[in-house]
């Protein structure tokens, strides 16, 4: 087939083609290479002189010169659109970020819990040293053998040890104590980790409850809390999606330091948000637990902050996060603002409190309760095993 009949053929993207593997010069070689095999099989007794290129031959070869040259000037003009694409990395979202020194803090809080569901805290008295060696010590963990996984962290639901059936992720999930049935095993750093983030979260449980103007029922029992370490390791690809891995718990609030410049997506009521936290500073994530119990007024993230994957490296990406959640035999539902009834010595900071306590009760009047209650550990169950992807689980009890 000749070039020029090639040319009439093709789309835009068989001419970028035919002008790469077409050009002149590769037509004048191919001919060239095809007239000496021929020669070559040839009597050299009987054979005759090799004919001389006639006016139709030169006819062609500028025929294929011309149409290389229109080839060259259509792809001047091809739009940019058909060049190859190039990955683009997700840009992150303004990430609300609040000093624990700051005189404001409470109401600083709130905002970002009831506007985003997310924040990040600076000023903290956690050492980068103290996250950094427990993040050795998750590293040892992922180190071992399965088998010694399995036995070290035996699987009783919610803690052990977990593999993901992809074999992209693992998984620990480890008590507040970091407790392991190994001797071998000591975990010194990972347990202070846990402990200092944990009195962080208690913190800023208290500060949420008294902007969203519900009682906190871990103020005057603290055990009616406990707390769970997650530890997840998954391989980072070159996809750029997040890794959805390594299962889910309901929580109060959750906690993650930072100790390296990584993206996270969240998956919040507004959908996916990728977020971009600071080096040092401690990620916070509002629950699904504390927005039922602020009557909807928080905003949530459901599940754990998801490493952002692609940075072109088969690399391991160890996250570590702490969730304050509730026992298993606790029930969820709305905590609706206490009424003062005792005003008669009352003064004016507590008459306006008073006023305040019944504008809200009068607003939750008015809109009535939006979730039902529910027991924790059904929930739980339902939460962990449903894929992150599907719908919100919270919307069975919506009201």
Known sequence: ????????????????????????????????????????????????????????????????????????????????????????????????????????????????????GYFQLTNHNIPSQLATSAELESVSLFDLPKDKKESYFPKNWPLGFEGDEDGNGESFWLDAECSTVSTELVLPSLRELTRALEKVALEVIQMLSNGAGFENPLKEDPTRSCSLLCLHGGLEGNDGKPGLSGGSYPYIVGLQYQIRCQK?????????????????????????????????????????????????????????????????????????PKVITDGVNANEDEIREEDEEEDNIQSICKTGRRFGSFP???????????????????DKYRI
């Open 376 to 394: 924790f550990d059904d929930y739980a169950w339902r939460v962990y095993h449903a894929p992150l992807l599907f719908k919100d689980p919270l």
């Open 1 to 116: 087939m000749q070039p020029a009949s090639i040319y009439k053929q093709t789309t835009h993207l068989h001419i970028i083609r035919i002008f790469i593997f077409c050009s002149p010069y590769h037509i004048m070689t191919s001919s060239a290479q095809e007239q000496t095999k021929h020669l070559s099989k040839m009597d050299t007794t009987t054979a005759a002189p090799p004919p001389t290129p006639s006016a139709q031959s030169h006819s062609q070869l500028a025929s294929s010169a011309a149409s290389a040259d229109t080839l060259s000037r259509l792809l001047h003009r091809l739009p940019p659109t058909l060049s190859l694409p190039t990955r683009r990395s997700t840009p992150a979202t303004s990430f609300p970020l609040i000093s624990l020194s700051d005189p404001n803090l409470q109401d600083l809080l709130f905002s970002a819990s009831s506007q985003r």
């Open 264 to 336: 996270y997506s969240l998956l919040t009521d507004s959908g996916w948000t990728t977020v971009l936290p600071q080096v040092d500073s401690i990620m916070v994530t509002v629950g699904d637990i504390a927005q039922v119990w602020s009557n909807g007024k928080l905003k949530k993230v459901r599940g754990r902050p998801m490493a952002c994957l692609g940075d072109g490296e088969n690399s391991r990406c160890i996250s570590m996060s702490l969730l304050v959640t509730l026992p298993s035999e606790s029930t969820v539902s709305p905590l609706l």
